[in-house]
């Protein structure tokens, strides 16, 4: 529903989260001061109680936010491990498969390279937009059926295609969990109790009995973290998007190689 | 809905935030005293003024558009006996629209190619693939097809939807339809001056003619006009063969082959991977060397040579429209950059010379007519042209074929082709030699395709029969055609 906040550039999603959650608070504070000021205004003590069940809310709200955080930045972490993975085992084929004899080798070592510089060039940006790519599936397949065309002759091609043979089914996991990877992220569920969270954090500040002004600056600094922190949630979600997400490092330096022997 | 225009608000002198000045305000005691400087609701007002256009600046940026990509299809078969020859047209479109995107796009839009694979599979996968991209990605045109098949199974639906079908691989004449432009060379510019080299002086005028084709559409075709033109010469071929496209007895082509060979030219339309079977056949039998046969392939690009060991395809012959190993300054720029782009071992070929400058030529159009409906864009092809690798490119608005300058080549150790021969100019396109097609004319800009004689091209050497029972009668006309 919001993926079209990561299509903004970094500092204008930063910005923009935090800026809604100050106007949000700065908005409540103008239209609940006058409801509180009917009902609960001089309650002695008010401002204490409502600090108390604002500090216990806040420590289930921090644990949440806090295990959220750190989940976002594992799954990120281990989707560019699968991806740095993917790249070293299309390196590894790449390097095995020129052992063969003339042409074979020539001819799977174009079809390698077309498919790492279709992931470059046309997956990545694809997977930028949430878009699982599909077409990287038809070079996988044209390098797959030119694999096992290969008859090897001689006890050291059947070592030599067996291994390609292994590394080729190594790179099809990489691959795949990189595919699967592109649509991952936090649930919706999640996300919603986190939005209920920052709601009723800031809600539990307007309920402060304290000047305009003085509610307005405090509550505000406290309502740019809030939005911070779940910007930064944000960014770290879905690996593959925004400008925040993992780069396709690896395939490029391999690829640089593969061009320039 | 307009804003309300805003109130002057008298400018104070300064503004003090201490609590002294706001004091009164802040507390809501005395709404009814408020100083004529800023009160609460415009110092809000201000604020909220200021921040606006960092919030909206951020959506309008960032935002994705509907219509920020334009989708082209291009539909090649990637996998199956054809992958080989058909990725590599495929490399050469997406190279030319990653030149256009580069310039910034068409119509302030960036193309997005969709490519999906067809695998070889021209009867039915063709027309599927095909009708995905019209009707689902709603492409205003594909590049696509390589078979004479696949394009005669896509085009009703482009006729249908009313877009263009861009067709970069040799055709056999035989058909024309506003929807479709081909890019090609037609019998007349690659068979018959391939023919006429071989019957001359430089040729050695063999006395025994076999002709080879893979089974299908073209290599029939192609063979009714050869036979044709070879009786207005008096002459004929001694045997003809056509091949599947997977898998088959070689044995008795190359017994064929093998009589005479010295005395013998094979003209070869074979496609795809069939090329590197024959030649590899002819080389296990000890007939590629001297005093061997002589070979013409005409759908035998560099591209085909890449699973070919040197010494197999040393010294044999190709005729097409262009050849990597052309010397002209736009051709070395362009092969340079390809191989910048895909690789220093990657060849550049025929049909993918055409794939590349159908691009351009087709978006040079589109930005000329300022739109992508197939009527404006087929109204301004007849008024651009590209300067292509291999010359320059402009469409014939009367067929939408291209003149095209046929080369001959010889194959070297390192997978090139040295070219011999090339014609004294650029040969226009002929869609319905008259020796082949009696009667049949096509001028797209008067009223399509007038119909000639019935023409069986199902047996060969055949004669123009007027009303041959199950005669196979040539390309079906367009709607607009009569």
């Known amino acids: ?261 | 809905m307009s804003a309300p225009a805003p109130q002057p608000v008298p400018r104070p002198d300064s503004i003090s935030l201490d609590s002294a000045s706001l004091g009164p305000t802040l507390s809501g005691s005395n709404r009814g005293d408020r100083p004529a400087s800023l009160n609460r609701r415009d110092w809000l007002c201000r604020a909220a003024r200021g921040m606006a256009p960092l919030l909206f600046s951020g959506c309008g940026l960032g935002l994705p558009k509907k219509s920020q990509y334009i989708k082209v299809g291009l539909l090649h078969s990637q996998t199956g006996p054809l992958g080989q020859s058909e990725s590599a047209l495929r490399d050469a479109e997406l190279f030319a629209l990653e030149e256009i995107n580069a310039r910034g796009g068409l119509l302030g839009r960036l193309i997005e190619p969709v490519a999906p694979d067809t695998r070889s599979r021209s009867e039915d996968l063709y027309p599927k693939r095909a009708r995905k991209l019209l009707v689902e990605d709603q492409v205003p045109v594909v590049f696509g097809g390589y078979s004479a098949a696949s394009r005669r199974a896509m085009l009703p639906l482009f006729e249908d939807q009313s877009r263009l079908l861009v067709f970069p691989a040799q055709t056999e004449g035989n058909a024309a339809s506003p929807n479709l432009i081909c890019g090609g060379a037609l019998p007349n510019q690659q068979v018959l001056p391939a023919l006429d080299w071989l019957l001359g002086s430089q040729g050695g005028n063999p006395s025994r003619l076999v002709f080879l084709g893979s089974d299908g559409l073209y290599s029939r075709t192609t063979h009714h006009i050869a036979t044709k033109y070879l009786a207005t010469r008096q002459r004929k071929f001694a045997a003809e063969f056509f091949i599947p496209l997977q898998g088959t007895d070689w044995a008795p082509v190359l017994d064929a082959v093998a009589e005479q060979s010295a005395q013998t030219a094979v003209l070869s339309t074979l496609a795809g991977n069939s090329n590197g079977e024959f030649y590899q056949q002819l080389r296990e039998r000890g007939l590629n060397r001297s005093g061997g046969p002589t070979v013409l392939g005409l759908r035998l690009g560099e591209d085909e040579l890449r699973l070919l060991p040197p010494d197999a395809i040393r010294g044999q012959l190709a005729g097409a429209t262009y050849f990597q190993s052309l010397a002209t300054p736009d051709n070395q720029r362009f092969v340079s950059r390809f191989k910048q782009e895909f690789g220093y071992d990657r060849v550049t070929s025929d049909a993918m010379e055409s794939a590349y400058s159908l691009v351009h030529l087709w978006a040079l159009a589109v930005a000329k007519a300022g739109a992508l409906n197939l009527d404006a864009v087929r109204q301004a092809l007849r008024d651009v042209s590209f300067a292509g690798p291999g010359g320059e490119w402009r469409i014939d608005p009367a067929t939408q074929h291209t003149t095209k300058t046929f080369h001959l080549g010889r194959a070297g150790g390192d997978r090139q082709f040295e070219i011999i021969h090339s014609s004294a100019g650029p040969i226009p396109p002929d869609v319905f030699p008259q020796f082949a097609f009696p009667g049949w004319k096509c001028d797209l800009t008067a009223g399509g395709v007038t119909r000639g004689e019935p023409v069986d091209l199902n047996v060969p050497g055949n004669t123009p029969a007027p009303s041959a029972a199950g005669a196979h009668t040539p390309a079906p006309p367009s709607p607009s055609a009569k």
Not at chain 1, 61 to 72: D, K, R
Not at chain 1, 173 to 196: D, K, N, Q, S, Y
Not at chain 1, 223 to 244: H, K, Q, S, T, W
């Open chain 1, 1 to 261: 529903m919001f993926y079209w906040v990561y299509d903004l550039p970094t500092w204008q999603f930063g910005l923009l989260t935090t800026v809604s959650f100050v106007l949000l608070y700065w908005v409540g504070v103008i239209f609940v001061r006058p409801f509180l000021r009917l009902f609960v205004r001089s309650t002695p003590g008010l401002n204490d109680v409502v600090g108390y069940i604002l500090s216990c809310f806040c420590v289930f709200y921090g644990l949440l936010l806090g295990l959220i955080a750190v989940t976002a930045y594992q799954n990120s972490a281990q989707t560019e491990a699968t991806v740095t993975r993917e790249a070293a085992a299309l390196s590894a084929l790449y390097e095995d498969v020129g052992g063969y004899p003339q042409p074979h080798a020539q001819n799977l070592r174009w079809l390698l390279r077309d498919y790492t510089r279709h992931t470059i060039r046309y997956a990545w940006p694809l997977q930028r937009r949430g878009i699982t790519p599909v077409e990287g599936g038809i070079r996988v397949a044209a390098f797959e059926e030119a694999l096992h065309r290969f008859e090897p002759q001689t006890p050291g091609q059947q070592v030599l295609h067996a291994e390609s043979l292994r590394m080729f089914n190594n790179f099809l996991e990489h691959r795949r969990m990189r595919l699967l990877a592109v649509t991952t992220g936090i649930p919706p569920v999640m996300w919603f109790v986190v939005a209920i969270g920052a709601f009723i954090n800031l809600a539990m500040v307007w309920l402060f009995d304290m000047r305009f002004t003085a509610h307005l600056f405090l509550g505000g600094l406290l309502a740019a973290y809030l939005g911070a922190m779940i910007f930064l949630i944000a960014a770290m979600d879905n690996p593959f998007r925004g400008e925040v997400s993992i780069p396709p490092t690896a395939f490029e330096s391999l690829f640089a190689k593969m061009v320039d022997e």
